[in-house]
């Protein structure tokens, strides 16, 4: 084995910045935080290309003497803490006492500070972990930190950054965070010589959501104030209405004694209370302040100092729960009694309507069928989200495999069978009986108009068509990650039909969008592109696409539980059996299941 070496100071520097600096926005990070625990109420951050070539922080706190700048920039180096008890009370954001020297250590930091007490301030220069000066200057009460050049001796991490513009946005997002957890800040934000945010100072919570989500956002907030005393509990905040759900987390904030965090069990808790009001994956709005004894959370998990873990979680959970629940529980009391009793009738009608059915189908089916059924009310179950279906055709074998077989033994699709087809008429406002020869046929119109959409916009993508429909134009604030969004995938937005141009500002309008969709909210499909934009992040594939062309052909699609008449059924059927694959919707699920009359014959035991 070769000889073990003790690391140098610079070594050990660089190795430990690694974890706390991996990207220029952790750097901002840290040294935000610095300027928070400095008591500062006014904080400048510049970046330029990304961060990567200049971040300066300036802050109005209360400054460093002279002498101590350079102890400040050792590893373990901390005003915050002195003993290892101290992490259970600490009530600043930082005190690990490595950012300074792990930033030191991959860039060329300039530091002035002045205190409230010295005359002059001071300058220190500090380069690769390698000290360059310490003098006197003159400038302003507070502190201002100049990293250039970051990563400038540590190329093999410069290669894994994203593009400047990701990593600039992902700071603005930063600061922007900052500064709806400190309303009481006045923040300001400049990219490469563009002033992104300012916010006032003044303590107003909702002025600050205004300045960075936009009108729309703070139109539809909920106050939360929640506090349990037994516990030393206290929620404050705001919560989005349930109409403006999101398609990801990223409008989930949430910040535990002033440190914007990421945890589960508080995810949990908030998408929890909102189950009952969104469908499937969608994500609230909230900027939300819990409190909480300092002993009871441990902030010391991560070097970053993004996640924290609770001792009792599951009361934090119930209490996050019950406020948001109430919340939201109180808005539906004061503005839908109404529309509730009706919603809650329905639902009634619908139970009782389901019950009944099971007992005609467990009947009819008898003995040799219980078993299929008991399976087909599994299928049920799993499928309720793709429009609650009914159980009796899916016990039949043509459920799991849409069988091509049976297509391929009674050639339904030929222009020739096709005039012979008879439609038989709805069933349930959703499925379209069709005799053929001896089958029957029950198409989902909703999967099958699904599927007719789906083709048309992928051949008109293929070739390059566009279609779009011009609606009364829509403005709307977008952040800036999701203006990135916009701008990258702004061919594709195109081509499928949405135009849309920049207003003026964060505002953006939209003029047109893809055909189909028009009448929808199409504020709302717009959004949940861009949303899904994000969640792709870089990588945009060639089944990204695909799954964007279906989504679109579902939303457009006609929904079960609609009357359709014979000739607009007729239609859609001609359409769907002109396609290559009528058989399944783009999600894979069955457009059309078959029954032969023999297996009818079967059921009624009229054959043995
Ligand atoms: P930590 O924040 O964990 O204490 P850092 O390495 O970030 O460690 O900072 C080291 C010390 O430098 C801090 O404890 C603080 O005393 C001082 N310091 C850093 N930034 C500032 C600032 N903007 N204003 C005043 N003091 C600062
Ligand atoms: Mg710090």
């Not at 934009?533 to 799954?547: C, R, Y």
Request: include cysteine; charged fraction near 30%.
């Amino acid at each position: 084995m070769p000889a073990i070496n003790l690391l140098d100071k610079e070594t050990i520097n660089k190795i430990a910045a690694g974890e706390v600096v991996e990207r220029p926005g952790a750097v901002v990070k840290e040294l935000v935080e610095n300027a928070i625990d400095a008591n500062s109420s006014a904080i400048t951050v510049e970046i330029k290309d990304g961060g990567l070539s200049l971040i300066r922080i300036t802050d109005n706190g209360c400054g460093m003497e002279k002498e101590e700048i350079p102890k400040a920039f050792l590893r373990h180096s901390t005003s915050k803490i002195s003993s290892a008890e101290d992490i259970l009370t600490v009530g600043t954001l930082g005190f690990r006492g490595e950012a300074l020297s792990s930033v030191a250590a991959i860039a060329q930091v300039e530091l002035l500070s002045c205190t409230p007490r010295s005359i002059s301030g001071s300058r220190y220069v500090i380069e690769g972990g390698v000290e360059k000066s310490l003098g006197d200057a003159g400038c302003p009460r507070g502190t201002t930190f100049l990293v250039r050049n970051l990563f400038y001796n540590a190329p093999v991490r410069k290669k894994f950054l994203k593009s400047n513009m990701t990593e600039g946005t992902y700071i603005n997002g930063i600061i922007e965070k900052f500064a709806i957890s400190h309303p009481g800040i006045a923040f300001s934000f400049i990219m490469n010589n563009q002033r992104k945010l300012v916010t006032s100072g003044n303590g107003n919570q909702r002025d600050v959501i205004y300045q960075v989500y936009g009108r729309d956002i703070t139109a539809n907030l909920l106050k939360i104030e929640w506090e349990d005393k037994e516990n030393g509990l206290a929620l404050r905040g705001y919560t989005g209405n349930p109409s403006i759900v999101r398609g990801n987390r990223n409008y989930m904030n949430y910040f535990v004694n002033g440190r914007y965090i990421k945890n589960n069990v508080i995810n949990h808790a908030i998408e929890q209370a909102y189950a009952p009001y969104v469908m499937g994956r969608k994500y609230p709005f909230c900027v939300l302040e819990l409190l909480i004894d300092a002993k009871r959370v441990d902030v010391n998990v991560h070097p970053a100092k993004m996640e924290v873990r609770f001792d009792e979680s599951e009361i934090i959970h119930d209490f996050i729960y019950d406020a948001i629940n109430s919340a939201l529980k109180e808005k539906e009391l004061i503005r839908n009694v109404n529309l509730n009793t009706a919603k809650e009738e329905l639902k009634e009608k619908k139970e009782r309507e389901t019950e009944h059915k099971k007992e005609v189908v467990n009947r009819s089916f008898a003995e040799p069928f219980e078993e299929q059924y008991k399976k087909s009310i599994n299928v049920k179950e799993k499928k309720e989200e793709a429009g609650g279906s009914i159980p009796l055709m899916r016990e039949s074998h043509t459920y799991s495999e849409p069988s091509q077989m049976d297509f391929l033994d009674s050639p339904l699709l030929s222009p020739e069978a096709r005039k012979r087809h008879k439609i038989i008429g709805q069933l349930f406002e959703t499925y379209w009986i069709v005799e053929y020869e001896d089958k029957m046929f029950l198409i989902d119109q909703h999967a099958a108009h699904e599927k007719v959409i789906y083709e048309k916009k992928l051949k008109a993508y293929r070739e390059r068509e566009r279609f779009s429909q011009v609606i009364t134009p829509l403005i709307l604030t977008l952040g800036m990650q999701e203006q990135e969004a916009v701008l990258r995938h702004k061919d594709f937005l195109s081509q499928i039909g949405f135009e849309i141009e920049h207003f003026g500002g964060d505002e953006y309008v939209i003029r047109g969008v893809p055909a189909d969709l028009s009448g929808l909210n199409e504020k709302e499909v717009f959004l949940e592109f861009i949303d899904g934009f994000l969640d792709e992040g870089n990588k945009f594939e060639p089944e990204s696409i695909l799954a964007k062309l279906a989504s679109i052909s579902c939303k457009a699609a006609v929904k079960g539980n609609r009357k359709l008449s014979l000739i607009e059924a007729q239609e859609l059927i001609d359409s769907l059996m002109e396609l290559e694959n009528p058989y399944n919707c783009p999600h894979g699920r069955p457009t059309i299941i078959s029954m032969s009359k023999y297996e009818i014959e079967r059921k009624f035991k009229r054959i043995i």
